[in-house]
């Protein structure tokens, strides 16, 4: 059974930081392109961040560009979102997501295949 599984949520004060982690397990993700999506209480699921199967190529959306940042350890099948400088509107389930096959990193939700159950990030004082 493929399985994505994020950690590293909680609750943080403005300006702090934390790391999620999405461990796959069931097959490799090595060839594919894996995403970070979130969705805050009463707004639709977005996009924020992809990377592609080897690291070299990401996309991010202006709102977290320069405070978060994705990689990926393809040995370790895991991937990364390091958030600094959090704010309380990155208050959300975050989401990590893969395609089967897809090397390129693409921010439709719907062209993921795989998806994990999600990590509450909560960020206030």
């Known amino acids: 059974q493929v399985k994505l599984v994020e950690s590293g949520g909680g609750l943080v004060e403005p300006g702090g930081s934390l790391r999620l982690s999405c461990a796959a397990s069931?097959?490799?993700?090595?060839?594919?392109?894996m995403a970070w999506f979130r969705q805050a209480p009463g707004r639709e699921r977005e996009f924020i961040t992809a990377?592609?199967?080897?690291?070299?190529?990401?996309i991010y959306v202006n709102a977290v560009k320069g405070r978060f940042t994705i990689s990926r350890d393809n040995a370790k099948n895991t991937m990364y979102l390091q958030m600094n400088n959090l704010q309380p509107e990155d208050t959300a389930i975050y989401y990590c997501?893969?395609?089967?096959?897809?090397?390129?990193?693409?921010?439709?939700?719907?062209?993921?295949?795989?998806w994990g159950q999600g990590t509450q990030v909560t960020v206030s004082s």
């Open positions: 990377i592609d199967w080897s690291g070299a190529e990401t």
């Open positions: 069931g097959r490799t993700f090595e060839n594919s392109a």
């Open positions: 997501a893969a395609y089967d096959h897809d090397s390129r990193p693409g921010m439709l939700d719907w062209e993921y295949d795989y």
